[in-house]
């Protein structure tokens, strides 16, 4: 009977060391402007919605801000009941690249990006829910 009690008593401590410390998504990037966080193989972008449009903060996989002359980033979106994806023009500003994006009357819709750093193109996608 106390082997029996020693042995549960041993079970359930392992499993609650077991979960100390999970308590937080695995892969999970904090965003430094409060947006939503993507990556890549080499590159985090951060996209930020504002009522006329998005701001991309492009950073390494530490979280430093990468120079903005280092990358190269076009887009497009596509809108609900919509086929055609429309061209998205990002400008640098600061810090990021910002793009004016008209989504009247749209409740979402798909931003999708291109974005080249050190010579290497990669792809994302982020659905956008405008202010």
Partial sequence: ????????????????????????????????????????????????????????????????PIPLKDVKLEGTMTLPRKTKAEAVKFSPEGDSFVATIDATGAYRYTLNLSVVLGGKKEKLEFNVEPQ
Avoid at 43 to 57: A, C, D, F, P
């Fill in 1 to 64: 009977m106390k082997t029996t009690a020693l042995l549960l008593a041993t079970l359930f401590s392992i499993s609650a060391f077991a979960h100390e410390g999970h308590d937080k998504n695995p892969g999970t990037v904090a965003a430094p402007h409060g947006g939503v966080v993507q990556g890549t193989s080499q590159i985090y972008l951060e996209l930020v919605t504002r009522k006329e449009g998005v701001v991309i903060y492009p950073f390494d996989h530490g979280m430093k």
